[in-house]
């Protein structure tokens, strides 16, 4: 059994270990969850996507056609995330 759900994820996670993620956010050490942003990608089957690592360093991704649809995806899963984690966030 693979940590990566695919593939595909596993290129998409290769490219954030090289750097390349647009944004990211959370921690696997800290609160269990990592999120990165990929966009621009050369990978044919996934031209931008929100990928994920949990702290049992399982990998997966949600694949986008548009950069609007992944940066919304992002966006949607870092709202969720401070809600989670910093509450205090906004109130700020």
Known sequence: MSK????VTEQ???ITLNGFAEEEFGSVIENGLWTGLVVNTEIEDAPHAVI??????F????IYRTES???SDFNYNFET???AFHPEAKFA
Not at 4 to 7: G, M, P, R, V
Not at 59 to 62: A, E, G, N, T, Y
């Open 59 to 62: 990998v997966w991704s949600h």
């Open 12 to 14: 998409l996670n290769d």
């Open 4 to 7: 990566f759900e695919n593939e």
């Open 69 to 71: 649809e992944a940066r």
């Open 81 to 83: 995330y401070e809600e």
């Open 52 to 57: 994920f690592e949990d702290e049992q360093g």
